[in-house]
């Protein structure tokens, strides 16, 4: 399943990402940071450290905000 998630993150970042206007307010951008953290702690507790990193974006953060994964 983790690499089911994973290989959806990337195809997301390869193909789908590069046709839509640049949105991420933070650095790295999301897809990034998701990948990251599945990679790194699984995926239960990745999907929740990046389902909280997406709750986190609201209009009042700064783009390029620097927020790396823990």
């Known amino acids: 399943m983790k690499t089911l998630v994973l290989?959806?993150?990337r195809f997301y970042k390869a193909?789908?990402?590069p046709?839509?206007?640049?949105?991420c307010r933070y650095t790295p951008t999301c897809?990034?940071?998701g990948v990251?953290?599945?990679t790194r702690y699984?995926?239960?507790q990745g999907a929740r450290l990046a389902a909280g990193r997406i709750a986190r974006c609201?209009?009042?953060v700064p783009r390029g905000t620097p927020d790396?994964?823990?």
Request: negative net charge; hydrophobic residues 50%; glycine residues 8%.
């Open 15 to 17: 193909a789908v990402s």
């Open 31 to 33: 897809s990034h940071y």
């Open 58 to 60: 609201t209009g009042d």
């Open 19 to 23: 046709m839509l206007p640049p949105a």
């Open 7 to 9: 290989a959806a993150l």
């Open 68 to 70: 790396p994964p823990p």
């Open 36 to 38: 990251a953290v599945v």
């Open 42 to 44: 699984g995926l239960f």
